[in-house]
T-cell receptor, first 116, second 112 residues
Framework: DVKVTQSSRYLVKRTGEKVFLECVQD?????MFWYRQDPGLGLRLIYF???????EKGDIPEGYSVSREKKERFSLILESASTNQTSMYLC???????????????FGPGTRLTVT | QKEVEQNSGPLSVPEGAIASLNCTYS??????FFWYRQYSGKSPELIMF????GDKEDGRFTAQLNKASQYVSLLIRDSQPSDSATYLC????????????FGTGTKLQVIP
């Protein structure tokens, strides 16, 4: 059974703080993704990683960075949190196509971040 | 034009009826198509995926893909109140490198 966990369900931070969101998957998936979800805008991809230490920008990378030092862990970093980064953050993982995957993604429970 | 379009709803159906959810996409070379269910306050949960033209059935759910017309649909037979949720369509475009693009979702309400 695929399991993706995220470090916090709810988080409240102040403007200008550095924020770390962590995601861990236990299914040996190569690909990991960070999305944010806002009403009316749907799921938007921030960054993804297809291998350890590899990362690619998604559609809205500004104000974010990521780190993937181990295969199972993918971290999202908000260098200086701002109020417009208040959102639901979702991590997902998927198996590589080279291993016969159909690229379906499995999501963690999400972190609702509020920046005040 | 949005890459993946869904009617936001809400779509209301009576209990026991068939719910039909539709999704259109713009990239003709898209390869794989996914349906996710998302309950309020929860994360998306994969229902099924399809990559060949035609129908794919899994229990009460049927996904239908028509690449020529660039649409994918999800039918839910014998709808239950527990099916009330937002349904997200996701498409992996050509050259997607394992990324997918999500629609904004259709909210389904099943009326008891």
């Amino acid at each position: 059974d695929v399991k993706v966990t995220q470090s916090s369900r709810y988080l409240v931070k102040r403007t200008g703080e550095k924020v770390f969101l962590e995601c861990v998957q236990d299914m040996d998936h190569e690909n990991m993704f960070w999305y944010r979800q806002d009403p009316g805008l749907g799921l938007r991809l921030i960054y993804f990683s297809y291998d350890v230490k590899m990362k690619e920008k998604g559609d809205i990378p500004e104000g974010y960075s990521v780190s993937r030092e181990k295969k199972e862990r993918f971290s999202l970093i908000l260098e200086s949190a701002s109020t417009n980064q208040t959102s639901m953050y979702l991590c997902a993982s998927s198996l590589s196509g080279a291993r016969g995957s159909s690229y379906e993604q499995y999501f963690g429970p999400g972190t609702r971040l509020t920046v005040t | 034009q949005k890459e993946v379009e869904q009617n936001s709803g809400p779509l209301s159906v009576p209990e026991g009826a068939i719910a039909s959810l539709n999704c259109t996409y713009s990239d003709r070379g898209s390869q794989s198509f996914f349906w996710y269910r998302q309950y309020s306050g929860k994360s998306p949960e994969l229902i099924m995926f399809i990559y060949s033209n035609g129908d794919k059935e899994d229990g009460r759910f049927t996904a239908q893909l028509n690449k020529a017309s660039q649409y994918v649909s999800l039918l839910i037979r014998d709808s239950q109140p527990s099916d009330s949720a937002t349904y997200l369509c996701a498409v992996m475009p050509s050259g997607g490198y394992q990324k997918v693009t999500f629609g904004t979702g259709t909210k389904l309400q099943v009326i008891p």
